[in-house]
């Protein structure tokens, strides 16, 4: 009996394994078609905070897209208007109050150091992006739909200054000539 569970454990390993390996080798493929290095990706949240004041919970949270990432890397979304709006860059650190009715409140706490550049809107695979020098940026759909920005025009986009994104802050259109 032992030697059938022993075997049985040795065959759970060998799966394990190979599941890992087939996770790997396809991560490194997406990482390689998005053009993304992992390591630049990689962002320390052990100094993000929770704590309470009066009746609320307050969290604090680094902007990654679409989402907010705790220290503990659960991810929460971000309303995509406040995001636009806000012009939220990733790796922003963002605040969250929560009341005791649920009543949610998002504020930007500390923006990351920004550069501004000028690139072209496109659409692929149902996503805006903005493309320029052999890079593209996603953008989110709300940014684009709210101002009416159309295809092919140009933009000024907000990025993180010293950090590899895969997502690009809206700033202004460049009005045609």
């Known amino acids: 009996m032992e030697q059938k569970k022993i075997l049985a454990i040795k065959d759970f390993i060998e799966s394990a394994e190979k599941s890992v390996k087939n996770a790997k080798k396809l991560l490194n493929e997406i990482l390689k078609e998005e053009n993304v290095n992992l390591n630049e990706l990689s962002i320390d949240t052990?100094?993000?905070?929770?704590?309470?004041?009066?009746?609320?919970?307050?969290?604090?949270?680094?902007f990654t897209w679409e989402e907010m990432l705790w220290a503990d890397w659960h991810r929460y979304p971000v309303p995509s208007n406040y995001a636009s709006k806000s012009k939220?860059?990733?790796?922003?650190?963002?605040?969250?109050?929560?009341?005791?009715?649920?009543?949610?409140?998002?504020?930007q706490i500390q923006p990351i150091e920004r550069e501004t550049k000028v690139w072209l809107l496109v659409k692929e695979n149902w996503?805006?992006?903005?493309?320029?020098?052999?890079?593209t940026y996603n953008l989110l759909t709300?940014?684009?739909?709210?101002?009416k920005w159309e295809i092919w025009d140009n933009l000024t986009i907000i990025l993180p200054a010293w950090k590899q994104a895969t997502f690009a802050a809206i700033e202004a259109v460049i009005p045609k000539e």
């Open 142 to 147: 709300a940014a684009v739909t709210h101002f």
């Open 46 to 62: 052990s100094w993000l905070s929770d704590y309470k004041s009066e009746d609320s919970k307050i969290v604090e949270w680094v």
């Open 127 to 135: 996503k805006f992006q903005v493309i320029a020098e052999w890079k």
């Open 88 to 107: 939220l860059v990733q790796w922003d650190k963002l605040k969250l109050t929560i009341d005791w009715s649920w009543k949610m409140l998002y504020k």
